[in-house]
DNA sequence: TTCCAGGGGTAGA
DNA sequence: TCTACCCATGGA
């Protein structure tokens, strides 16, 4: 079974799906010789399936192994334009980007889209699992919940999806250390307790008539999100006017800016300042190398 | 061994 | 609002 969908042009599959390293977190997978990204997702009838993305003409391919629904059809269309930002119109950004060198190259190459997960909530754990861990060390926990909490794929109990809030909800604190989360335990567990108990809507976070500084709150309201964890989640929302400063911020904005001079959130803040509502996409897709590539493509090629 | 990572929560000022 | 301190774990 084959879906095709249309984006809002300016779309390039293999910059959206690099355009930051959720593509190397379970449980996705990236096939970087085809171009395939797959992952198994369950779906809103509960049915287990894998799915298949690559680029299409003027959009996206979805395949998916096996009959379908329509109703189920649907689901995976509407989950996938969710994941893709296939609606997303970056025009407004890309005109005030071609006034800087450093990010003229935006439209050309459709920079801008951040691949997301199917539902908040796995966007939202995936956030907390950032936080003062190193990206190796994110992908392990990362892969550990799926690997331990995740509903098996029927043909391949080997693929799993992303855990369920529910599943994590019904664990214990121990469980989750066992995993190698540490103090990132009760965090996560409590969200995914408030998330199956209706105390955290994260799907309404989705709702783009929400005011950012409304939706901020809330992200910080919820467990273990803090300021950085926030921010990064209001870019993955589509909205811009706040920078995740982390110490990889601080790190580009230091080099690049200040010659590599200590600098602080403060800094970072003010280098984007006259970005306005776009600074994190300024921040974000800045050619900081030179080669116009994407934020991983240059975040790889750095000496570690 | 020591330091610190794509920080957050809490207490105290 | 700002700062100091603690938090688990693994990599460098």
Same mark, same amino acid.
């Given at each position: 079974?084959?879906? +095709?969908?249309?984006?809002?042009?300016?779309?390039?599959?293999?910059? +959206?799906?690099?355009? &930051?390293?959720?593509? *190397?977190?379970?449980?996705?997978?990236?096939?970087?010789?085809? &171009?395939?990204?797959?992952?198994?997702?369950?779906?809103?009838? #509960?049915? /287990?399936?894998?799915?298949?993305?690559?680029?299409?003409?003027?959009?996206?391919?979805?395949?998916?192994?096996?009959?379908? @629904?329509?109703?189920?059809?649907?689901?995976?269309?509407?989950?996938?334009?969710?994941?893709? =930002? !296939?609606?997303?119109? !970056?025009?407004?950004?890309?005109? *005030?980007?071609?006034?800087?060198?450093?990010?003229?190259?935006?439209?050309? *190459?459709?920079?801008?889209?951040? !691949?997301?997960?199917?539902?908040?909530?796995?966007?939202?754990? %995936?956030?907390?699992?950032?936080?003062?861990?190193?990206?190796?060390? @994110?992908?392990?926990?990362?892969?550990?919940?799926?690997?331990?909490?995740?509903?098996?794929?029927?043909?391949?109990?080997?693929?799993?999806?992303?855990? +369920?809030?529910?599943?994590?909800?019904?664990?214990?604190?121990?469980?989750?250390?066992?995993? #190698?989360?540490?103090?990132?335990?009760?965090? /996560?567990?409590?969200?995914?307790?408030?998330?199956?108990?209706?105390?955290?809507?994260?799907?309404?976070?989705?709702?783009?008539?929400?005011?950012?500084?409304?939706?901020?709150?809330?992200?910080?309201?919820?467990?273990?999100?803090?300021?950085?964890?926030?921010?990064?989640?209001?870019?993955?929302?589509?909205?811009?006017? &706040?920078?995740?400063?982390?110490?990889?911020?601080?790190?580009?904005?230091?080099? &690049?800016?200040?010659?590599?001079?200590?600098?602080?959130? %403060?800094?970072?803040?003010?280098?984007? =300042?006259?970005?306005?509502?776009?600074?994190?996409?300024?921040?974000?897709?800045?050619?900081?190398?030179?080669?116009?590539?994407?934020?991983?493509? *240059?975040?790889?090629?750095?000496?570690?």
């Amino acid at each position: 079974m084959n879906i +095709t969908l249309s984006a809002r042009p300016p779309f390039n599959f293999y910059n +959206t799906v690099r355009s &930051h390293g959720w593509y *190397q977190l379970a449980p996705y997978e990236w096939d970087d010789g085809k &171009h395939f990204l797959s992952r198994v997702e369950r779906l809103s009838d #509960g049915r /287990v399936v894998l799915l298949r993305f690559s680029g299409a003409s003027d959009g996206l391919a979805v395949e998916v192994r096996g009959r379908v @629904t329509k109703a189920e059809q649907a689901d995976i269309a509407d989950k996938a334009r969710w994941m893709f =930002a !296939l609606d997303a119109d !970056l025009s407004a950004f890309y005109d *005030q980007a071609e006034r800087e060198p450093r990010l003229r190259h935006c439209r050309e *190459q459709a920079y801008g889209r951040l !691949l997301r997960s199917s539902s908040m909530f796995e966007d939202v754990v %995936k956030v907390m699992m950032t936080t003062n861990i190193q990206w190796s060390g @994110t992908k392990r926990l990362v892969k550990a919940l799926v690997d331990h909490f995740g509903e098996p794929l029927a043909d391949d109990p080997s693929r799993r999806a992303f855990p +369920t809030a529910d599943k994590i909800a019904r664990s214990r604190e121990a469980a989750l250390r066992k995993l #190698g989360l540490g103090y990132r335990a009760p965090y /996560v567990l409590k969200l995914a307790r408030g998330v199956t108990q209706g105390v955290y809507d994260l799907a309404a976070f989705k709702d783009p008539a929400l005011p950012t500084d409304a939706l901020r709150k809330r992200l910080i309201a919820l467990p273990g999100i803090g300021p950085y964890a926030a921010n990064t989640l209001l870019m993955i929302l589509e909205r811009y006017d &706040h920078i995740g400063v982390d110490t990889e911020a601080v790190s580009a904005v230091s080099t &690049h800016f200040y010659d590599g001079q200590p600098v602080g959130e %403060k800094e970072v803040n003010a280098t984007f =300042a006259a970005w306005g509502q776009f600074k994190a996409l300024a921040y974000w897709f800045w050619d900081y190398d030179g080669t116009h590539q994407t934020p991983m493509a *240059q975040y790889e090629a750095r000496p570690s």
